[in-house]
């Protein structure tokens, strides 16, 4: 019975939280994005004059705060540019996918019981600065909206913790064009003065 390298073990970790981080943060800004064009809440507004009765309005998550879905893109970016960076960018950039995450909750849950938007819609169509709604009602979709900010903030953390073990994308590029490089013009002689100037002229590095 062959036993696994200790070493293996780290980064079959590190690989299951790399495509946690990225499902968890598509899924989550996903999520955040569709909720923002649902209905959040609902009520009747009382209309005065000859047309007096209940006029029924809505109000949309994007209606109700434009937060939620600025920050998902925010976190949607943040999780790509976590592959276009290293170390300390690492580290900050995973930290703005967290924040993101942790932004949209909160503002999803403040929405939840908002009827800012609901008086705002109501005086839009009577012709007021802002109306009275009666009978108000709120959807689950706020709730959503704070489960796909939860989803964000798994990625960031996610991240953070493992970020560090993740590959770039620009240093498999670097290293691949550096190699194919060298390859075109030959190994460097560090006994041939020549061969060296010639490196140095080229702007590389004669002694890597």
Same mark, same amino acid.
């Given at each position: ?36 064009g ?12 000859p ?9 949309? $998550?994007?209606?109700? %705060? =434009?937060? !939620?879905?600025?920050? /998902? &893109?925010?976190g @949607?970016?943040? +999780?790509? *540019? ?44 009577l ?7 009666? $009978?108000?009602?709120? %959807? =689950?979709? !706020?709730?959503?909206? /704070? &489960?796909?900010? @939860?989803?964000? +903030?798994? *990625? ?19 290293r ?15 006994d ?17």
């Open positions: 019975m062959t036993r696994e390298p200790a070493s293996s073990s780290p980064a079959r970790a590190s690989r299951r939280a790399l495509g946690a981080a990225l499902l968890s943060g598509a899924a989550g800004a996903t999520v955040v994005l569709i909720a923002a649902q209905t959040w809440g609902e009520g009747e507004a009382s209309q005065m004059g047309g007096a009765g209940e006029l029924h309005v809505t109000a949309s $998550g994007s209606a109700v %705060s =434009g937060l !939620p879905s600025a920050l /998902a &893109l925010v @949607l970016a943040s +999780l790509v *540019a976590v592959f276009a960076v290293r170390r300390t960018g690492r580290v900050i950039v995973a930290s703005v996918l967290a924040l993101s995450g942790a932004g949209a909750i909160g503002a999803a849950l403040v929405g939840a019981s908002d009827t800012t938007a609901l008086e705002r819609s109501a005086g839009d169509a012709g007021l600065t802002e109306a009275a709604v009666t $009978g108000v009602s709120h %959807s =689950g979709w !706020p709730w959503f909206s /704070a &489960l796909g900010g @939860l989803l964000l +903030l798994i *990625a960031g953390l996610l991240a953070l913790s493992y970020g560090r073990q993740w590959p770039a994308m620009s240093g498999r590029y670097e691949t064009e550096r190699g194919d490089r060298r390859g075109r013009r030959g190994a460097v002689d560090p041939r003065p020549e061969d060296l100037w010639k490196a140095l002229d080229r702007g590389e590095d004669p002694t890597t």
